[in-house]
């Protein structure tokens, strides 16, 4: 099940809304994988315009879900570092996979990726 609902506006407008009010839409490294996609997706179209994030319920995001089981991530393909992520078995590994899937969907989300 998509922890992402994507919504096409004709205006150009993308809006992903983090569909996790149960956990506060706290950014688990399923999540993040989720939003790697879709912004690669979206990237470089010229019908969209804008891309707005939102989360369902009461709040934005609780940041990272640190309550996330490693067999709660499934989207293995979604960037090099998530196959890395999927791939390891080392809570050391793991953390350091986790923080830069993470930041690397920051830097897409904020348009400083490189390409």
């Known amino acids: 099940m998509s922890q992402l609902a994507i919504e096409y506006l004709p205006s150009g407008v993308v809006v992903l809304t983090i569909d996790r009010p149960h956990r506060r839409n706290a950014l688990d490294n399923q999540t993040v994988a989720e939003l790697h996609t879709v912004l690669d997706e ?3 179209k010229p019908n969209v315009r804008a891309v707005v994030i939102t989360g369902a319920g ?3 995001s609780a940041g990272a879900d640190l309550k996330a089981q490693p067999e709660d991530f499934t989207a293995t393909d979604a ?3 998530a196959a890395l992520l999927g791939s390891v078995h ?3 590994a793991r953390i350091y996979a ?3 899937l993470m930041a690397s969907a920051s830097r897409k989300s904020t348009g400083s990726a490189s390409p």
Do not use: H
């Open 42 to 44: 979206v990237n470089g």
């Open 58 to 60: 009461a709040g934005f």
């Open 79 to 81: 960037t090099p570092t």
């Open 90 to 92: 080392s809570p050391m």
């Open 98 to 100: 986790s923080q830069e």
